[in-house]
């Protein structure tokens, strides 16, 4: 089984992926973890590597070709990342994005990154700003557009508890039967 977790910085990706990856007894791969130990080997703080990558597109590219190749290559396994239902496509089983309003997801960064929450707020703003420029840029994807996942959820009504029940409860009682179709994805450029 393939599940995909996708939202902006701050919405629960990680922790989610973490608590399905363990009910599922499946692997756990993080893009967010790859992009930060990318930034982090060559000397750069992860907002200073996202600016970094709009002026170098390698940096996004490979990347995503990374996850992309985990996506089809591998299964038993939630991959999370804000691409990650894109980059999986059809491999993927259910494909889920969370969000948060804003203030929410900022408070949640500058707690785990000991900020002031209101700079959490406006950094993660231009950071989501300049990815999905770079996003429809390389590939044609509008991240905004939520036609392609199975269920979004709004993450800051709930606690990670009831989000990942609610997922759980999406993927024990699918039927394959009664399924009309998954939405199909369509990028423009190939990894």
Do not use: C
Not at 42 to 60: C, H, M, S, V, W
């Amino acid at each position: 089984m393939l599940l995909t977790v996708s939202g902006p910085p701050g919405s629960g990706k990680s922790t989610t992926a973490e608590l399905l990856a363990d009910r599922f007894d499946l692997e756990h791969v993080s893009g967010g973890d790859i992009f930060r130990e990318l930034a982090e080997e060559r000397g750069y703080t992860p907002l200073e590597f996202n600016k970094l990558a709009e002026e170098n597109d390698q940096i996004d590219r490979d990347l995503d070709r990374r996850l992309y190749e985990i996506a089809v290559e591998r299964d038993d396994l939630v991959l999370e990342s804000r691409l990650a239902g894109w980059l999986a496509g059809e491999q993927a089983d259910f494909r889920f994005w969370l969000d948060a309003p804003p203030r929410v997801r900022g408070e949640r960064i500058a707690e785990r990154e000991e900020k002031d929450p209101a700079r959490a707020t406006e950094e993660t703003k231009a950071r989501e700003a300049s990815e999905a420029k770079r996003y429809q840029e390389y590939y044609g994807i509008d991240i905004r557009d939520l036609t392609i996942y199975d269920l979004s959820v709004n993450t800051g009504r709930w606690g990670p508890d009831a989000v990942l029940d609610m997922l759980v409860t999406a993927v024990e009682v699918y039927e394959a039967a009664a399924d009309e179709g998954q939405a199909y994805v369509e990028i423009d450029d190939e990894f």
